[in-house]
């Protein structure tokens, strides 16, 4: 079992950043594929990205490919977000996820283990 718990979430104007932070307890972190998602307000959950086990290798989603990156810290069991160039269309409730199949990455059925989110709002 790993129990996630999201934050940094906020209000912030179109152009700016945030980050989101994921911390992770239960098990040994480096055992997990690690992913965030989003979703807006009737629209379906997305992908985001992924990071993968080490941290070596990246994955995103075209539309936040070169504004977002995600890093991950397995000693001290957190993963975070790095939000920049921030659209209002990137509103939403972002969610991290852990994965144990290691070629985890766009597919949400992977991730067997979800935190409750942290809310992003990016006014125009």
């Known amino acids: 079992q790993v129990q996630l718990v999201e934050s940094g979430g906020g209000l912030v104007q179109a152009g700016g950043s945030l980050r989101l932070s994921c911390a992770a307890s239960?098990?040994?972190?480096?055992?997990?594929?690690l992913g965030w998602f989003r979703q807006a307000p009737g629209k379906e959950r997305e992908f985001v990205g992924r990071i993968s086990r080490s941290g070596s290798s990246t994955q995103y989603a075209d539309s936040v490919k070169g504004r977002f990156t995600i890093s991950r810290d397995n000693a001290k069991g957190t993963v975070h977000l790095q939000m920049n160039s921030l659209k209002p269309e990137d509103t939403g409730a972002y969610s991290c996820a852990a994965s144990g199949k290691f070629w985890a990455a766009s597919d949400s059925e992977d991730y067997a283990y979800w935190g409750q989110g942290t809310q992003v709002t990016v006014s125009s």
């Open positions: 239960g098990r040994i972190l480096s055992n997990y594929v």
